[in-house]
């Protein structure tokens, strides 16, 4: 009997291990825009590249050694937030006031549980802001003042404004005055740059986060899209989770996010077609340029986007690694080569 | 040849005009809660039934000559802010810091076109700033002091903040301070009380709109699902148009506009079992509380609700009206029974 517990408790043990032990998988972006091989130095784009596989490699171990969806897309959006490669966090663009007003969400699939602010201006890392409404407040979306004042009531570190201030943006900035007094038509890239991930971890859950600066020279506290749940970001364990980053009113009147999912759950498409649909038959045909991470239940992992380039990366439940920048013309679902040897 | 090429003429004349004349419909509602005939007197019940019918009968008539979807959506819910009866424009709830945060957006089916304000204070109307988003700005979604100074530079009607207060406001904000300070339970009704009108023209667009005060006692810039396309407002004339009342929390995270008509559109359910899926099944099983008006390109209304009542008015394509408050025990679908002359 005493043998026999042992082989029951055994089975039970490895049981629960490899319950929690499922496939993973992670996708990240980090913006989409007219990025050619001509418009980036070999410089910035090993730079690109470094950060991209540093955030995909770093989730996906994360993900392995059993941390949860909500943990490894906080974790990873940090990582690109500090860095002032993205407009995220430090190295977001300027408003026309020439501040910055950011905005984050999160999305986790089991529960439909969310978190997003607008707005923020103090909040070192935006997307904590997202999580710590989700986790700590009856709401789902907190905007301005009030959601930095939130933030600091419930212990997150604060800055500066000034701390999430690049040359490259204040640069952007006036550039985008100078264009906008002569009535020049302003540099579209300058509405890209969001950052972004999608994961499925070993429980099986399914989530998504999404962090931005918004548009340079933005003003009369325009919200896009990022912060916005089935626009920006969405995550269902019924049918998919997504992060988008483009023209952020495009996303919202389209409901990229959500649509994709639905696309998914209802009419049975693999995840990949649902994506090609949104974003190139119904953005595409409308001008809305922007792409979208996605990922399913199973690991498959699309990274679509409509545009020139997108600065992207994952990993999905066969292990295969992508870390990618521009488009790759002999493949038509945009998910590039693997350059993260390169 | 003369008068073949009046007879000629004239059917054509006559083909453009019942071009322009196909069925038409509407739909209002002014907010959803707790509402049983114990809870108001006959009083009040009266008087909520009798702008209900002013707004559909006003609307309806407008849209029978040929006004456009956008137009009467903006008009009829003028006419619910200006009433101190719902919890939008005059009549609003108060937040924590005692003031009004007002919400709105609107949506047109054909063109996905969209607009919204959150956390404005000092437009007249929110629902012509949202307008005024739409139509004057590249943006959807604007907020805070930004969106009035917008609205302003629109040459919209300001106020000063105080103009949406009632005595039953204030008092609600009282009671919820006291409750807030006992740890006892909120009165949930004090959630509720938007407005919203969806409507088919008789060009066969679909619009939809919906306004709000928010909740009371609402703090830290919060947004609900009223100015959020997808959430608590969607029009899309390839399924349907919806505007939502109830916990914005839980209709953000199921989003609950674009759901039904995803299911509408995707699944080929009929308008009113995709209604009563999303509010019944999903979101009445994860104890969201509200209701939803939603209308179909062939001019179908459903008007379905989880809780005891909804104000609610419609007149479908065949010209049926319904003005209604509370839930009707044999009927399922919600959509209540004819009062409009009672």
Chains 1, 2 share one sequence.
Not at 109 to 131: E, F, M, W
Not at 191 to 196: D, E, L, M, N, Y
Request: glycine fraction near 12%; hydrophobic fraction near 40%; proline fraction near 3%.
């Amino acid at each position: 009997m005493a043998h026999l517990r042992q082989v029951l408790l055994c089975c039970l043990l490895s049981g629960a291990a490899w319950a929690t032990a499922g496939p993973t998988a992670i996708a990240v972006h980090g913006g989409a825009g007219t990025l050619t091989r001509d418009s980036i130095t070999p410089e910035q784009e090993h730079a690109y590249l470094k950060i991209l596989n540093a955030a995909v490699q770093q989730g996906h171990e994360r993900l392995q050694n059993g941390a949860t969806g909500s943990e490894v897309v906080r974790e990873v959006i940090r990582l690109m937030e500090d860095s002032p490669l993205f407009n995220a966090g430090h190295g977001a663009v300027l408003t026309w006031n020439s501040e910055h007003e950011l905005d984050a969400s999160i999305m986790l699939g089991q529960s439909l549980a969310a978190g997003a602010v607008a707005g923020v201006t103090r909040v070192k890392n935006p997307i904590d802001a997202a999580y710590a409404v989700l986790a700590s407040s009856p709401h789902v979306l907190l905007s301005g003042a009030g959601a930095d004042q939130f933030a600091e009531q419930q212990g997150l570190r604060m800055v500066e404004n000034r701390y999430f201030s690049t040359p490259r943006r204040v640069e952007a900035l006036e550039i985008f005055r100078s264009h906008n007094r002569e009535n020049k038509p302003q540099n579209v890239d300058e509405k890209f740059g969001t950052v972004g991930v999608v994961v499925l971890d070993s429980a099986g859950n399914l989530a998504a986060g999404t962090s931005t600066g918004g548009m340079t020279g933005k003003r009369w506290g325009r919200i896009g899209d990022s912060p916005l749940i089935g626009a920006g970001t969405y995550a269902n364990n019924r049918s998919c989770a997504v992060s988008a980053t483009g023209h952020g009113e495009f996303f919202i009147r389209w409901q990229v996010a959500s649509d994709i999912c639905a696309r998914v759950r209802y009419q049975g498409l693999d995840l990949l077609t649902a994506a090609n649909q949104v974003i190139h038959d119904e953005l595409g045909s409308a001008g809305g340029d922007g792409g979208v991470i996605a990922i399913d239940p199973k690991g498959n992992v699309a990274m679509v986007f409509n545009t020139e380039g997108m600065y992207r990366a994952s990993i999905n439940s066969d292990g295969k690694k992508v870390v990618s920048i521009f488009r790759d013309k002999n493949n038509s679902n945009n998910d590039g080569q693997d350059l993260s040897d390169g």
